[in-house]
């Protein structure tokens, strides 16, 4: 489990919880969270000045499926993390 997935629980209990100032306790958190595979993904894809289709290539897999990976349509399969870290120098949880 990533500490973001923790995080967001602890959103949702403290939301429910109710209490004035539980408010500036998930603004925090949601503020600090970190960044999505998603998010990541496009983020350092752009900083390595990649486009879709030569991020693919790098990985061995279409256009379509990068386009998949940043719309958090889908994720990518175990096989392809190592070479996405190192791609990207990213750290996947």
Same mark, same amino acid.
Request: net charge positive; aromatic share 8%.
């Given at each position: ?56 290539? #790098? ?32 750290? #996947?949880?």
């Amino acid at each position: 489990v990533c500490s973001s997935d923790l995080d967001l629980v602890r959103v949702i209990d403290l939301f429910f919880a109710d209490e004035p100032k539980n408010h500036q306790a998930i603004y925090r958190i949601v503020k600090k969270r970190k960044l999505s595979f998603s998010e990541q993904l496009q983020n350092f894809r752009k900083k390595k000045k990649l486009t879709q289709i030569e991020l693919g290539q #790098l990985l061995g897999v279409s256009r379509a499926t990068i386009t998949g990976w940043e719309r958090g349509k889908s994720l990518p399969q175990k096989r392809y993390h190592a070479k996405i870290e190192e791609t990207l120098n990213i750290t #996947l949880c």
